[in-house]
């Protein structure tokens, strides 16, 4: 689902070029001289469904994205969140197999993954750019997996924390853009489950809140601890 926003888009329709070394979506769609578009979506609005056609590759630039799959009976899991610089919607199928919404207001821009895979199979550069996308979420997959099937839930609670502190700490502040119902479905556990996790920690002096979803990590070194 593409809803374009025309006062919002940003070099809609230009050839990326002089990026980052560190932005590997940006170098993949210069070396194969793709087209980018950037699409601007509000809060809570599908960016594509499960079991549509995959015909784009994704990178937020702004706001954040939640992956995820409803159950039959209704539970919902996300998979990941997606936040700027993130790529997403690289599947292998010709169709996705989840859902991606945007979970604040949030741009993002994209290449048509056909042109992706023609460039591939003749620039060295490309694939190997491809490649290390594809491996970068396939562990995510995995450390993932082992979130939901081995830890406890103060532990899966310890281990998102430190991940968003990794991602998206500023001056020892992380604003969260995921709300707490968000984390519980991401964790495999109930709303309830993680606010005592959180408040735990809170009375334990981990960490501390400063407003609605921004946190501040007081002792890191007990957090590792507990995720171990």
């Known amino acids: 689902m593409l809803t374009q926003s025309t006062d919002a888009i940003v070099n809609s329709q230009a ?8 932005d590997q979506f940006g ?10 578009s950037e699409f601007c ?8 469904g499960e079991d549509e056609p995959a015909d784009y590759v994704y990178q937020v630039v702004r706001g954040a ?4 799959k409803l159950l039959s009976d209704g539970r919902r899991q996300i998979s990941a969140f997606h936040l700027p610089g993130d790529v997403f919607g690289l599947v292998s199928g010709s169709v996705h197999r989840l859902t991606a919404e945007a979970i604040v207001d949030t741009a993002v821009r994209l290449v048509k993954r ?15 750019n491809l490649w290390t996308m594809t491996a970068t979420d396939l562990r995510h997959a995995e450390d993932h997996m082992l979130l939901l099937g081995r830890k406890t839930a103060i532990e899966r609670v310890a281990t998102f924390l430190l991940e968003m502190d990794h991602r998206l700490s500023v001056t020892g502040t992380m604003a969260l ?6 984390i519980a ?20 002096g981990v960490l501390d809140f400063c ?18």
Not at 65 to 68: A, D, F, I, K, P
Not at 177 to 182: A, G, I, L, S, V
């Open 15 to 22: 050839v990326i070029c002089g990026v980052p070394t560190t």
């Open 27 to 36: 170098l993949v769609a210069g070396h194969a001289n793709l087209v980018a």
């Open 41 to 48: 979506y509000g809060r809570d609005e599908e960016i594509y």
């Open 65 to 68: 994205v939640r992956s995820y």
């Open 114 to 128: 056909r042109g992706l895979e023609q460039a591939a199979t003749t620039d060295v550069n490309v694939a190997r």
């Open 177 to 182: 853009p995921m709300c707490r119902r968000d």
């Open 185 to 204: 479905d991401y964790l495999g556990l109930t709303l309830e489950t993680v606010s005592r996790a959180l408040s735990q920690l809170h009375s334990e």
């Open 211 to 228: 407003g609605a979803r921004q946190i501040i990590l007081r002792n890191r070194r007990k957090l590792h601890s507990i995720d171990m």
